[in-house]
């Protein structure tokens, strides 16, 4: 099983990795790191399947040797990880010398190794304590988090190719805030309208006390999901568009333009922060490059039984993954050239995740993923096209490299290209990981 493309179909400087985060993998029980919001929501009965916490998750606090000789073994030119906000900062404020430790240690490690760094400061782990004081709906959360990252690039990031700030900004706020799907479990839309802003605040506070400090290629991953209009009737086209609007335009709108879609503005009606506009103009600072996550298409009727914005989303009829998420390339390469087009320019792109939850078995030693290959090679060819078409895409990270622990989902749907037995910690290299081996030249 191989891909159709191999390295040398893509410019000479593209960028082939694989992405974790670090909640899903770490063990967010060793080394001395605080509660933090994913603990508190896990432990609470009904959000998480089968109860699952992060507490052990890959061990990857005591493997991250092995993981990173996997990583290397696979020609891997990058590795993207992200730091704990409750590992660095226990109570979110005073730092834990150990979590610097470590991040000290693995920094090093993804080095020797010849691994480009590339760091994401906000995997959504926020600090229990800050939590208690009103999470990403309180403004100083903000405040807390550019203290947050300086400590963080204070220490490695000397060693880091580039830096993210957030992670999907749209599950931060809206997911988890509106559908109530993640940590903190909030369906509330003034709750919404705060994180959907506070966390672009955020990004820009991270942002200017990192570029103070003199640190390089600084950027946002943003994650994106095609919304197709559930049928060609008015109401369904344009509940899509609503759709559209709160999930892949607000954020890059504010980002790039300086302002938020006023259709979604209208929405937030009442709730958004006193005095939010006065920040459009620092939220809208350049970024070095943006991250892009993608994964699949949502199918969205109107739905007028519901508040606004009045929709819903109903199965759509294309092959799905094993989490029944409809497999959608075409989607990727519509938002690498629109995104170029509409929004960032020159601006580099980076396919920062992409990847397929599948029910892997492992048999004799082996794991068959032909399902993921097959995705994976589409989604590869997508990123081709759209390059082809102009668009500045330079790197592709496959999401993920370890099977791991996928948030409310526990840990059933496995996204890995190396499966993990939970019980033993075995890491067993999959057949895509091989495909990505013979395709970019690993050992
Ligand atoms: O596992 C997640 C990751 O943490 C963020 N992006 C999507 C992945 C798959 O759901």
Redesign the pocket.
């Given at each position: 099983m191989t891909f159709s493309l191999r390295r040398s179909d893509f410019p000479d400087d593209f960028i082939f990795g694989a992405a974790t985060?670090a909640y899903?993998i770490e063990g967010a029980s060793f080394g001395g790191a605080g509660p933090s919001h994913w603990d508190t929501f896990a432990a609470t009965p009904g959000n998480v399947r089968n109860a699952d916490t992060g507490a052990v998750a890959c061990d990857h606090y005591h493997r991250y040797a092995d993981d990173l000789d996997l990583m290397r073994a696979g020609g891997f030119d990058a590795y993207r990880f992200s730091t704990s906000w409750a590992r660095v900062m226990p109570d979110g404020v005073s730092v834990n010398p150990e979590g610097l430790d470590f991040y000290d240690r693995l920094a090093d490690a993804i080095v020797e190794r010849g691994l480009k760094p590339y760091l994401t400061l906000y995997?959504?782990d926020l600090p229990a304590a800050l939590a208690d004081l009103g999470g990403w709906r309180n403004r100083d959360t903000a405040s807390r988090f550019a203290d947050y990252a300086q400590t963080v690039v204070a220490r490695i990031g000397d060693r880091m190719e580039s830096v993210a700030t957030i992670?999907?900004p749209w599950?931060v706020a809206w997911l988890s805030h509106f559908l109530g799907i993640h940590a903190p479990g909030m369906r509330d839309i003034r709750a919404t309208a705060r994180a959907m802003h506070h966390i672009l605040v955020a990004h820009t506070r991270a942002t200017e006390a990192l570029r103070a400090a003199g640190q390089k290629n600084l950027g946002i991953v943003l994650?994106f999901e095609h919304a197709n209009p559930a049928s060609d009737i008015e109401e369904d086209i344009a509940a899509a568009r609503r759709q559209d609007g709160h999930y892949n335009r607000w954020f890059i709108q504010a980002l790039t333009q300086k302002s938020y879609p006023e259709d979604i503005l209208e929405g937030f009606a009442g709730h958004m922060p006193d005095g939010y506009e006065n920040d459009l103009d620092a939220i809208g600072a350049p970024i070095d490059w943006l991250g892009v996550?993608y994964?699949t298409r949502s199918n969205i009727a109107h739905d007028p039984a519901s508040a606004w914005p009045s929709l819903k989303p109903v199965p759509g009829p294309l092959p799905k993954t094993g989490l029944g998420w409809e497999i959608y390339p075409e989607g990727l390469h519509g938002f690498l050239t629109r995104l170029a087009r509409d929004y960032t320019g020159e601006t580099p792109i980076i396919v920062t995740?992409n990847?397929m939850a599948w029910p892997d078995t492992i048999e004799n030693g082996r794991v068959d993923d032909s399902e993921r290959v097959a995705y994976f090679d589409a989604h590869l060819q997508a990123v081709h096209r759209a390059i082809a078409d102009g668009a500045p895409v330079k790197g592709y990270f496959g999401?993920?490299l370890l099977d791991?622990y996928?948030?409310a989902e526990g840990y059933a749907p496995r996204?890995g290209l190396v499966h993990v037995d939970y019980e033993t910690q075995l890491r067993t290299p999959k057949a895509s990981f091989e495909a990505f081996r013979q395709a970019i030249g690993g050992n």
């Open positions: 985060a899903q995997h959504w992670n999907e599950c994650n996550n994964y995740e990847g999401w993920s791991n996928e948030w996204f």
